[in-house]
């Protein structure tokens, strides 16, 4: 079975651009989070999707972000502009429980750096 | 609001002896808490969770830990390291009976283990 994947792996962006991250989760999973890990510091929850609709976003951070999971499949999260501050780890998890205790599988991350 | 604190970011160890990670959370109402781990290039893995039943929980590669709500603490032990075992351990919590599945992560403990 395949897990959760993300791509790119690692991008590299001036100031100003957008860049477009992806996840992909594991088949049938309806729960996908997306979190962000800052300059080594803890690991921040930006949001939660149940199949397409958005369940909680109360960690995005402001309206540069904009999540989407068209059709409760793979989801992107676009970043524009991208600011110096955005810079980190982006990792993506899923999961198919329906409890608040479930099991995350999470992908690899994605390295982004704003230059 | 709940908060996990990890002290240690660095914790060094000989192979064979005891690891023991802390962990302490705090939530205004009863905690689900979990210790993930991070290998190089790879995604989070879940090692353990707490979720009500026992106060000692026991995860995957030998590792435990105990919940104690006098001390507000979930520590990961394990009796005797293992070169593979070092890696970044991540102490999360998460609230039950909110509908909130957000985890509210630590800043990681880096576990390095010595020859």
């Known amino acids: 079975e395949a897990g959760v994947t993300q791509f790119p792996s690692h991008s590299v962006i001036e100031k100003g651009q957008t860049v477009t991250l992806r996840c992909d989760p594991i088949?049938?999973?309806?729960?996908l989070y997306w979190y962000r890990r800052v300059m080594g510091k803890e690991i921040k929850f930006l949001l939660h999707f149940v199949k397409e609709s958005k369940q909680d976003e109360s960690g995005m951070p402001n309206n540069r972000f904009l999540a989407e999971r068209t059709g409760g499949t793979y989801s992107t999260l676009k970043v524009q502009p991208a600011e110096l501050e955005d810079s980190g780890v982006y990792f993506c998890?899923?999961?198919?429980?329906?409890?608040?205790?479930?099991?995350?599988?999470f992908g690899s991350g994605t390295q982004l750096s704003v230059l | 609001a709940q908060s996990v604190t990890q002290l240690g970011s660095h914790v060094s160890v000989s192979e064979g002896a005891l690891v023991l990670l802390r962990c302490n959370y705090s939530?205004?109402?009863?905690?689900?808490l979990f210790w993930y781990v991070q290998y190089p290039n790879q995604g989070l893995q879940l090692l353990l969770k707490y979720t009500s039943a026992a106060t000692l929980v026991k995860g995957i590669n030998g590792f435990e830990a105990e919940f104690k709500k006098s001390e507000t603490s979930f520590h990961l032990t394990k009796p005797s390291a293992h070169m593979s075992d070092a890696a970044e351990y991540f102490c999360?919590?998460?609230?039950?009976?909110?509908?909130?599945?957000?985890?509210?992560f630590g800043s990681g403990t880096r576990l390095q283990v010595q020859p």
């Open positions: 939530s205004s109402v009863p905690p689900y």
């Open positions: 998890a899923s999961s198919s429980d329906r409890v608040t205790n479930e099991k995350l599988f």
């Open positions: 088949s049938g999973h309806d729960n």
């Open positions: 999360a919590v998460s609230l039950m009976d909110t509908g909130r599945r957000a985890l509210t």
